[in-house]
């Protein structure tokens, strides 16, 4: 419990010290490639209900559960894997 | 100099926004859209809000649903105008709420007196809540009812009568729907109470073949076209100059399209002033 | 211009006895929700005019319209998903999910909550079972791009000042945005080659044995950043967005990790402002 409290005590401390050297604030750094940045895009209630851009497009190529085996697009580039993943 | 009409706020020109001020008179919002109170959305409304008067359009309210007001949502609408204090406040004539579950689409209503009475209550309702005035829009439609025994403005003007709501006239929808329909564009705006109209809006339109059968479709992907500026002309000659907006939601281009298009819709105004005097 | 003709309301031929208003609508949202093989309603057809072109063929046009708006955003929350899996293949799915989870609100913003759900259902058993996991990732995105801003922030001064015998027992507060994703495939990497068009052509190939990956999205400036993070961070972080005190959350981390570093932890979460206050 002690070794717990001075670990935890620790860290705090450290975070203070940090902190009190100014280096604590949120910063954009070094290995960008492992991060994604966005903002919304699009707002969503616009082509729902503002106008009607969906009203001439073509009907659906069918119906049916068929899509849960055929999937056509880029995930034929996912490889490996089995049906039942290890845990 | 700054121009007197105003253009719709898309999420596309948020960045434009950010860096620039463009001379349009004032801006309007889909409400729904900012719902959420964090992120980037709030934060450009928040600081356009400064710079712009600006007006809160609601998309999915349905007041025409014969499903109880989605309280929730009328509560959303309210924090918003509190928070943005707009200076206008508008909906659709529509449904699209059925059993708890949306469409979210602007659906058509048979012009019965049924209808009527539900509406005009539905609005009074909403306006209470909101503690103001709304505008009520027109939509585009592509089909009619057969009970309906009311024109669309009759049951337009009635509404504004008996709940005392203001107008928002959709110059592009009346035109979608005349030719959709065959009725007279002039006919309709003439027959509507001048004073109620608070709010003008105008859009593109694209042309469908359906059969063989010309049908024209609301997508606001496109410039006004030449016969809704005349009709537009015609209108502010029966409703005396009122706020004006020009949208576009489909193919949205740069945004100073759409200030040349609020500039049209300023010499427009300023012709028919001219006429007038 | 047929644009100005004559119109009117001439019922001819139109029956009289009108549905009432609520049936109406029943009835029409049945038929703008029904798949494209669906025997049409009589009686609705029988409560619209034709007028040159037969109401069934006017009630199509809303009918792709609502379903058109739908998957529109819904592709605008899932653009990976909608790669994956292709455009066509995301169409059947989507309006597969649209008629078991149709919108509740006349606010868009939620319709895509249950997708990765959905998609764990009709895909767990399959090779594509990953896809609920990328987009449980995609929606985690969409959440932190809108959820609210947080009302403070974190004091570190008035953190350094809790007497050392009560560190354990302190509760952070998440940032609002906060959102924390793991799982056993490679999430990260699949999402992040496929949430935009690529500029240079095909995704790479990506390898779904190569292990399986956490990440932390949070609220950078008005947006919104996703960033990897191991194992033991994940658990640390889910145990204190819980509301679990420091010293259990460490406990839960250092069971993941015997060599999870604190210190470094904290520095990190904090720098990334990933709480908003903490209570004593």
């Known amino acids: ?87 | 100099m700054s121009l007197a009409a105003g253009v719709g706020l898309r999420a596309p020109h948020h960045e434009a926004w950010r860096s620039s001020r463009p001379p349009v008179g004032w801006l309007e919002a889909h409400a729904e859209n900012y719902f959420p109170q964090g992120g980037a959305q709030p934060a450009i409304l928040e600081r356009l809000r400064a710079d712009y008067p600006l007006s809160l359009h609601g998309v999915g309210l349905a007041l025409g649903s014969v499903e109880p007001l989605d309280l929730q949502h009328v509560a959303r609408l309210r924090r918003m105008i509190e928070r943005y204090q707009p200076m206008l406040v508008s909906e659709h004539l529509c449904w699209g709420r059925v059993d708890g579950s949306h469409l979210n689409d602007l659906l058509p209503l048979p012009y019965t007196e049924e209808a009527l009475r539900h509406v005009a209550s539905r609005v009074g309702e909403l306006q209470e809540r909101l503690g103001r005035r709304v505008l009520v829009e027109n939509l585009s439609t592509y089909l009619r009812f057969a009970d309906s025994t009311l024109e669309e403005w009759e049951f337009l003007a009635a509404l504004a009568a008996r709940s005392g709501c203001g107008l928002l006239l959709d110059v592009n929808n009346v035109y979608v729907s005349a030719c959709n329909h065959g009725f007279d564009a002039r006919r309709f705006i003439a027959a509507l109470p001048a004073t109620a109209v608070g709010e003008i809006h105008l859009a593109g339109h694209d042309v469908e073949s359906i059969d063989g059968r010309e049908i024209r479709v609301d997508t606001h992907g496109s410039a006004v076209c030449d016969e809704v500026w005349s009709l537009y002309g015609f209108a502010l000659g029966h409703v005396g100059p009122v706020p004006t907006l020009v949208e576009w939601d489909t193919d949205v281009p740069e945004l100073e399209v759409l200030v040349a298009e609020a500039a049209r819709a300023d010499a427009v105004a300023c012709t028919a002033r001219a006429a007038v005097a | 211009m047929h644009c100005a003709g004559g119109g009117g309301l001439s019922m001819a031929g139109a029956p009289t006895a009108g549905l009432p208003l609520a049936e109406l609508q029943r009835r029409f949202a049945a038929a703008l929700r029904a798949p494209d093989d669906a025997a049409p309603d009589a009686t609705l057809l029988g409560a619209l005019r034709d007028d040159g072109l037969p109401a069934a063929r006017r009630l199509e046009l809303y009918r792709r319209n609502v379903q058109g708006n739908f998957l529109k955003v819904l592709a605008l929350e899932f653009p990976a998903i909608e790669r994956l899996g292709g455009a066509a293949w995301f169409r059947q799915a989507g309006l597969d999910f649209l008629r078991e989870h149709p919108s509740r609100s006349g606010d868009l913003h939620g319709i895509g909550a249950p997708f990765a759900g959905f998609l764990q259902r009709r895909l767990g058993a399959t090779p594509h079972a990953y896809f609920a996991d990328v987009a449980a990732l995609e929606w985690a995105w969409q959440e932190c791009l809108v959820a609210p801003d947080p009302d403070g922030s974190l004091d570190v001064g008035e953190l350094a000042s809790v007497a050392p015998r009560d560190v354990g027992v302190l509760r952070f507060v998440p940032h609002p945005a906060l959102r924390l994703v793991g799982s056993r495939w490679p999430v990260f990497t699949i999402w992040d080659a496929h949430r935009e068009p690529r500029a240079d052509g095909d995704p790479p190939t990506i390898d779904l044995d190569r292990g399986g990956e956490c990440a932390i999205l949070r609220r950078s400036g008005e947006g919104a950043e996703a960033r990897r993070c191991d194992p033991s961070t994940l658990a640390w972080l889910q145990a204190l967005a819980a509301g679990q005190p420091f010293g259990d959350a460490w406990e839960v981390a250092i069971s993941h990790d015997a060599g999870f570093d604190v210190a470094r932890a904290l520095a990190e979460a904090v720098r990334l402002g990933l709480f908003c206050g903490f209570r004593a």
Request: glycine letters at 14%; charged letters at 20%; a positive charge.
């Open chain 1, 1 to 87: 419990m002690n070794r717990k409290n001075a670990i935890l005590g620790a860290a705090i401390g450290s975070l203070f010290a940090l902190h009190s050297l100014g280096l604590a604030q949120a910063a954009d750094d070094a290995g960008a490639k492992e991060k994604c940045y966005g903002v919304a895009k699009a707002g969503k209630n616009d082509c729902a209900a503002n106008g009607h851009s969906c009203a001439g497009q073509a009907k659906s190529d069918g119906n049916g559960k068929e899509w849960v085996h055929l999937p056509k697009g880029a995930c034929e580039k996912i490889v490996g894997g089995s049906t039942q993943p290890k845990a």
